[in-house]
């Protein structure tokens, strides 16, 4: 069975700081991982979704690496702002018919003051 | 633009009485997905469906039911709502292979 682990817990930084979420997760057999955003009381907001295939993804400020056969995962936040503060979450994701079937960790809090 | 929308944001109920939570998406997805978000246990995956009329249990599918008639609508119901079911539940889809979406969630307390 799958299992996550996000470190730190929870991180809270001044705002422009440069910032490193680690995820680990025990089976390497996935076929993408996804990172996600939640803000408190909604839902979930994807980032990035990385291929099993690929090394690494950006989308702005945000940059996810994945090395799938240590089973590890890190999310770059670059120049982080106030309006980072959220929950990060990184679900790795198996294919087939175990695709949807998601688990998740228990995610970063993350805060970030002006 | 991606959109999945869930028919309320909040609600309550009391105990006894059956729950319908629904949860509609525009992109043709093939996967629908009911979780519940609970604090210290993350989400939990309760039910999901693979096509229309298709439904398989996830990790914590007791006291609830499913019911897939069109592919854009998964609806999750509590048959008989206790306080335990008190949480946010959260639906979510997805294209095989593809980005994994979820709605804005649902807040449900029961009294």
């Known amino acids: 069975k799958q299992e996550v682990t996000q470190i730190p817990a929870a991180l809270s930084v001044p705002e422009g700081e440069n910032l490193v979420l680690n995820c680990s997760f025990t089976?390497?057999?996935?076929?993408?991982l996804q990172w996600f955003r939640q803000d408190p009381g909604k839902g979930l907001t994807s980032l990035l979704l990385?291929?099993?295939?690929?090394r690494e993804q950006t989308s702005g400020r945000l940059n996810a690496s994945l090395d799938k056969s240590s089973g590890r995962s890190t999310l770059y936040i670059a120049a982080s702002q106030p309006g980072d503060s959220a929950t990060y979450l990184c679900?790795?994701?198996?294919?087939?018919?175990?695709?949807?079937?998601?688990?998740f960790g228990q995610g970063t809090i993350l805060t970030v003051h002006p | 633009d991606v959109k999945v929308t869930q028919s309320s944001r909040y609600l309550v109920k009391r105990t006894g009485e059956k729950v319908f939570l629904e949860c509609v998406q525009d992109?043709?997805?093939?996967?629908m997905f009911w979780y519940r978000q609970d604090p210290g246990l993350g989400l939990r995956l309760i039910y999901f469906?693979?096509?229309?009329?298709?439904?398989e249990k996830g990790d914590i599918p007791e006291g609830y039911s499913v019911s897939r008639e069109k592919k854009e609508r998964f609806s999750l119901i509590l048959e008989s709502a206790s306080t335990n079911q008190t949480s946010m539940y959260l639906c979510?889809?997805?294209?095989?292979?593809?980005?994994?979406?979820f709605g804005p969630g649902t807040r449900l307390l029961v009294l």
């Open positions: 679900v790795p994701r198996r294919g087939g018919t175990s695709y949807g079937k998601l688990t």
């Open positions: 089976d390497s057999a996935i076929y993408n």
């Open positions: 990385i291929q099993s295939s690929q």
């Open positions: 992109m043709d997805h093939e996967n």
């Open positions: 469906s693979y096509d229309v009329k298709m439904k």
């Open positions: 979510a889809t997805t294209r095989q292979g593809g980005t994994q979406y």
